[in-house]
């Protein structure tokens, strides 16, 4: 059974049951209330017939029993007291008598002086209302007796149910079609976001339900959009991830394959062993450098796995300290190339990891020595920045085109591929660096301009003082 279905059975029976029970209320209230006047009235017209008969009867010396019957025929004829039936005795005399049938079913114990008792009953004739009294006659005591007719109020009950019963219908018909227009206005919005969680569902995810209305209905909208928004963020975020694991599973086969392949071939070779000695050396270099340019990349990839984690321990170093010990591992190897490498940095104490930091100078320093044809300069700058520090990387290489510099830190990207792998590049260390930086929370800018020179700058923020 659906909600709606269930909404507009419950409004239906909620009204019905409502209105029943006020229904059923007032008509009970309403016919009591008639019948307790109609007793009143009943009771109040015996009292008057009793008060006139004890009047005529102290008027004598003693009981004069014919002009108590005239005062009743009397009064019967001049219908002045609307009874049904009335009878007048004294011990087993009946001194006047109406219609006694109306009353020879029904019995009630005679009271006591100037008391009444009454019964209502339900015959053949009726509904009715029997009253009994007594009253002194000398040493004699009469017996007064009357029926008064209730039907009237019985038969306007009878009317009132069944127009009840009518206007009960009507309002249980009406309620039930109000319940129809209430429930399909209720769940509208409820159907809306069905809707779209079912398109979601199907891989529409641009689907929104934006029902805007203030209620609960409208919030419930509001945080679902949001979810899907976020849903939809998330899953664009995964499928550039998976894109980006793609084209770096792709690289990395292109970049393994090459190598392997030469290295394959000129083991054949030296394994059929028909080669001079210039081949032999030839095919045994080759091997040689193609085995640790194979190394240099498993070492850097193993360094961007290990980058992924975030347990990072950072310490205070000094700046001039720190930077004076990369030159010192830096400048001889680069001075054989005919490069001179400067270093130069504050006196000052920052918060960094000191080894990644290490490496991600080594890599600057290396590409910007890789980007050099013969003698050059590169120049190493350290300064500190409120909540961490800045490194630039200046060098007078050959520098790249404008259009690179968004793809430099790609994976596997090279600028000039052919001079990079002859170099033993891989193009992994400028995504190492890219890594590195967003460890320390900082950003990395390159500006170059062809045949003038790089330079690169470090923002890194140490999670000790992270930028906020």
């Not at 009507?170 to 969680?197: D, E, H």
């Not at 694991?245 to 292109?254: D, I, V």
């Not at 490069?339 to 504050?346: T, Y």
């Not at 990387?393 to 085109?401: Q, S």
């Amino acid at each position: 059974m659906s909600y709606r279905l269930r909404l507009i059975i419950t409004i239906s029976l909620l009204i019905a049951l409502s209105f029943s029970i006020g229904g059923t209320i007032l008509l009970t209230s309403s016919v009591q209330s008639s019948l307790d006047s109609e007793v009143d009235m009943a009771l109040g017209s015996f009292e008057m017939v009793l008060s006139t008969l004890h009047l005529l009867n102290s008027m004598g010396a003693k009981a004069d029993y014919a002009s108590l019957g005239a005062a009743l025929s009397q009064m019967d004829a001049q219908n002045e007291v609307r009874w049904q039936a009335i009878s007048l005795s004294c011990g087993s005399q009946t001194i006047y008598q109406n219609r006694s049938e109306l009353m020879k079913n029904h019995s009630l114990p005679t009271p006591l002086t100037g008391q009444c008792c009454y019964i209502q009953v339900r015959d053949e004739y009726g509904h009715g209302l029997i009253i009994r009294s007594s009253l002194s006659a000398g040493t004699e005591n009469l017996v007064l007796q009357a029926r008064f007719d209730l039907s009237w109020v019985y038969q306007n009950r009878q009317y009132l149910q069944q127009r009840y019963i009518t206007v009960y219908t009507a309002v249980v018909l009406c309620g039930i079609v109000i319940s129809v227009f209430l429930s399909y206005a209720l769940t509208s919005r409820l159907r809306k976001l069905t809707v779209a969680v079912r398109k979601i569902s199907g891989g529409d995810l641009s689907t929104r339900s934006r029902i805007r209305t203030n209620d609960e209905f409208g919030q419930l909208s509001r945080d679902f959009d949001a979810m899907a928004d976020k849903l939809q963020e998330n899953i664009a975020k995964l499928e550039t991830d998976i894109g980006r694991q793609e084209s770096f599973l792709g690289a990395f086969a292109h970049e393994m394959k090459t190598p392997m392949t030469s290295i394959i071939g000129f083991a054949d070779l030296l394994r059929q062993g028909n080669l001079d000695e210039n081949t032999r050396l030839m095919a045994a270099e080759y091997i040689y450098s193609e085995g640790h340019r194979l190394e240099n990349l498993s070492f850097k990839l193993l360094e961007l796995l290990l980058l992924r984690k975030d347990s990072l321990v950072m310490k205070r170093v000094t700046l001039s300290s720190f930077v004076e010990e990369i030159q010192r591992a830096l400048a001889p190897g680069l001075r054989k190339k005919g490069i001179r490498l400067v270093c130069k940095a504050e006196q000052r104490r920052v918060v960094l990891e000191p080894d990644l930091v290490k490496s991600l100078l080594y890599n600057l320093i290396d590409n910007a020595g890789k980007a050099m044809d013969g003698e050059g300069l590169i120049a190493v700058v350290g300064t500190a920045v409120p909540g961490g520090c800045q490194f630039q990387v200046v060098d007078n290489g050959r520098g790249m085109p404008e259009s690179e510099l968004t793809r430099i830190t790609e994976a596997f990207y090279r600028v000039d591929k052919s001079r990079s792998r002859k170099q033993g590049g891989a193009g992994l260390g400028l995504a190492l660096c890219k890594q590195i930086v967003e460890l320390h929370n900082g950003s990395i800018h390159f500006d170059s301009e062809q045949g003038k020179g790089t330079r690169v700058t470090v923002m890194l923020y140490g999670k000790e003082e992270k930028r906020k």
